[in-house]
Antibody
């Protein structure tokens, strides 16, 4: 059974740092694309970052230069290092596995498994 | 960046109703469109991928259609457990933008 369990959220002051973890079971993190998606209180979903199986990483403009996505293959765990945190980074952060399906010649990507989320609050 | 716009933002309906939610992309995204359902306090759940492919385990009353810039999610006969917020998401670009959500409420 596929499971994703996030941890590491909490209260942090503006300008501070936090590292989120996402422990996976039932599949191998390093063989999949993995993403972080966040949701500010009462708001919609916002894609944050992705790491490809080959190691390439991409970020939303809103977090580029401040957040770093990574993984530990030995622990089968995904991470999000968040630096220079701002009030607008306050959100529930979800990790998600990226599923991939080939239809004709097109590769379609989607988030097929999600963790339960971890709340990050940036406030003084 | 590709912008995704859903309509309506909220919708009231009754059990048994047929409901349609629309999602429009700011540029053509072919069929790179996914739909998710989210209930309060829970993670989103994948319903439809590639515009019209039903995710395994999702009831057949859910269906998706469209290509290019205009897409729809249809629930053929609303059930009590379907009252939730629905999001579309484009997977055409690496930054997989979501729509703002459509909250489906009980009339």
């Amino acid at each position: 059974e596929v499971q994703l369990v996030e941890s590491g959220g909490g209260l942090v002051q503006p300008g501070g740092s936090l590292r989120l973890s996402c422990a996976a079971s039932g599949f191998t993190v390093s063989s999949n694309y993995m993403s972080w998606v966040r949701q500010a209180p009462g708001k919609g979903l916002e894609w944050v970052s992705v790491i490809y199986s080959g190691g390439s990483t991409y970020y939303a403009d809103s977090v580029k230069g401040r957040f770093t996505i990574s993984r530990d293959n030995s622990k089968n765990t995904l991470y999000l290092q968040m630096n220079s945190l701002r009030a607008e980074d306050t959100a529930v952060y979800y990790c998600a596995r990226v599923g991939i399906t080939m239809i004709v010649v097109a590769r379609h990507y989607y988030f097929d498994y999600w963790g339960q989320g971890t709340l990050v609050t940036v406030s003084s | 960046d590709i912008q995704m716009t859903q309509s309506p933002s909220s919708l009231s309906a009754s059990v048994g109703d047929r409901v349609t939610i629309t999602c429009r992309a700011s540029q053509s995204i072919s069929s790179y469109l996914n739909w998710y359902q989210q209930k309060p306090g829970k993670a989103p759940k994948l319903l439809i991928y590639a515009a019209s492919s039903l995710q395994s385990g999702v009831p057949s009353r859910f269906s998706g259609s469209g290509s290019g810039t205009d897409f729809t999610l249809t629930i053929s006969s609303l059930q009590p457990e379907d009252f939730a917020t629905y999001y579309c998401q484009q997977s055409y670009s690496t930054q997989g933008t979501f729509g703002q959500g459509t909250k489906l409420e009980i009339k």
